[in-house]
């Protein structure tokens, strides 16, 4: 029994996509995005606090830059054949700024 459904999944994947292309799965995000926002405003209740927080420049300034240490030798490197050890690289660093901003979070929110 398990050897044909194995023999008949693939071909019954095939056959969903076949008039109009696989991309046509990700659709299912369409009503989603056009419902979420309706429903998150009906059922997410309201929530402000009587002192925000300031908007922290260093802090979103460490992160964007560890995403992009991080994302960019795994999504370009191997088109652009960045050896491995680049990669690793890129990753510590993405991991030390990561670590880093931490470390001065903690700080703040301690003093």
């Given at each position: 029994m398990r050897?044909?459904?194995?023999?008949l999944e693939p071909g019954r994947g095939a056959d969903r996509g076949a008039g109009t292309g696989w991309r046509s799965v990700f659709l299912v995000?369409?009503?989603v995005v056009l419902i979420g926002p309706f429903l998150a405003v009906r059922f997410v209740p309201e929530s402000r606090s009587q002192r925000p927080e300031p908007?922290?420049?260093p802090g979103t300034v460490v992160l964007a830059l560890s995403l992009l240490t991080l994302l960019a030798p795994l999504t370009e490197g191997g088109a652009e054949s960045w050896s491995l050890v680049t990669v690793?690289?890129?990753?510590?660093?993405?991991?030390?700024?990561l670590v880093l901003w931490?470390?001065?979070r903690k700080a703040a929110v301690s003093s």
């Open positions: 050897a044909r459904a194995q023999r995000n369409v009503p908007f922290g420049r690793a690289g890129a990753v510590r660093i993405a991991a030390l700024g931490r470390r001065r």
